[in-house]
């Protein structure tokens, strides 16, 4: 069985710092691409960061120079730092694994940026 498990999400004030992980158990790892998506009510689930297996990483325009993504694939974990938040970055964050036709998602963190 395979399950990716979100945490590190939480109440943050504008300008602060979180770091999401994410546990990967039921998979190799290191043979998939990891992804960070992010999704609020009433619009489609984003893109955030991805990171293949030989570490190249991607970002979404809206968060480049404030979020950096990494996988430590000796423990089946992939994080994302965020720095410099702001109150648009407040959403639902998943962790996603994606190799081929095989994708599986995390059960999501909560992330909001308020005073």
């Known amino acids: 069985q395979v399950t990716l498990v979100d945490s590190g999400g939480g109440l943050v004030q504008p300008g602060g710092s979180l770091r999401l992980s994410c546990v990967g158990s039921?998979?190799?790892?290191?043979?998939?691409?990891m992804g960070w998506y992010r999704q609020v009510p009433g619009k489609q689930r984003e893109l955030v960061a991805g990171i293949t297996s030989g570490d190249s990483t991607y970002y979404a325009d809206s968060v480049k120079g404030r979020f950096t993504i990494s996988r430590d694939n000796a423990k089946n974990t992939v994080y994302l730092q965020m720095n410099s938040l702001k109150p648009e970055d407040t959403a639902v964050y998943y962790c996603h694994a994606l190799r081929g036709a095989r994708m599986y998602w995390g059960q999501g963190t909560q992330v909001t940026v308020s005073s």
């Open positions: 039921g998979i190799i790892f290191s043979n998939y691409y």
